[in-house]
C-alpha cells in the first residue's frame, strides 16, 4: 500500500476522501448558515408585521406589503395596501437629515387616490398626508411646510402641522 493510499499526498485517493469530507462539512454548514439567516428574517419580519406596525396612529392590516430601505442619512420601513378607493402607505423612519434634534423615529401615513386621465369622470392623482386625527392635508401643503422649515421661513402653523403629521413611534 503506497502513501497516496494513507496519507492523502498530493492528488491522492485518500487527500480526495478527506476534500470530499471537507466539501461535505463546507455544505453543511453553509445549510445551518443559510438556516440560521431564514430564522433570522422570518425573526425580523415577524417583528416588523407583529411589534413595529402596532406603534402606527392607523392600523395596518396583516396582508400590507412591507418594504425595508436604507435612504441617505435615515432608514425606513413601508407598509402598503389599498383599502376602498384609497392606497395606504404608512411609513415608519428614524430621524431624517434636517428634521428637529429631538426628533426621534416617526411614522409618516399617506392615502393616495388614483387620477383618471380623461373623459367626463377625470380627475388628477390626489395625494394627502395624515396630521391629526381624522385630518389629512395635500402632499403640496406638506412639502411646502417640510422646505420652509429646511429654509428657516417656516410658519408657526407649518411647524404644528410637520409636528402633527410625524407620529411619535
Do not use: C
Not at 119 to 141: C, D
Amino acid at each position: 500500500m503506497g502513501a497516496g493510499y494513507h496519507g492523502g499526498f498530493g492528488n491522492t485517493k485518500g487527500a480526495k476522501a478527506t476534500n470530499s469530507v471537507s466539501a461535505e462539512n463546507n455544505s453543511q454548514s453553509s445549510k445551518e448558515n443559510q438556516s440560521s439567516d431564514i430564522a433570522e428574517q422570518n425573526n425580523r419580519e415577524d417583528y416588523l408585521r407583529n411589534e413595529l406596525s402596532k406603534s402606527s396612529p392607523v392600523v395596518i392590516p396583516k396582508s400590507a406589503k412591507i418594504t425595508e430601505q436604507s435612504k441617505v442619512g435615515y432608514d425606513q420601513v413601508k407598509y402598503t395596501w389599498t383599502k376602498g378607493n384609497f392606497k395606504y402607505v404608512a411609513r415608519w423612519h428614524t430621524r431624517t437629515p434636517g428634521a428637529p434634534t429631538n426628533q426621534g423615529p416617526t411614522w409618516v401615513i399617506e392615502r393616495v387616490r388614483s387620477g383618471i386621465g380623461s373623459g367626463i369622470y377625470a380627475r388628477r392623482r390626489q395625494e394627502y398626508i395624515l396630521v391629526g386625527k381624522y385630518k389629512w392635508v395635500t402632499k403640496k401643503v406638506w412639502y411646502d411646510a417640510i422646505n420652509a422649515r429646511k429654509n428657516g421661513t417656516a410658519t408657526k402653523e407649518q411647524e404644528e402641522m410637520l409636528n402633527h403629521g410625524h407620529w411619535k413611534a
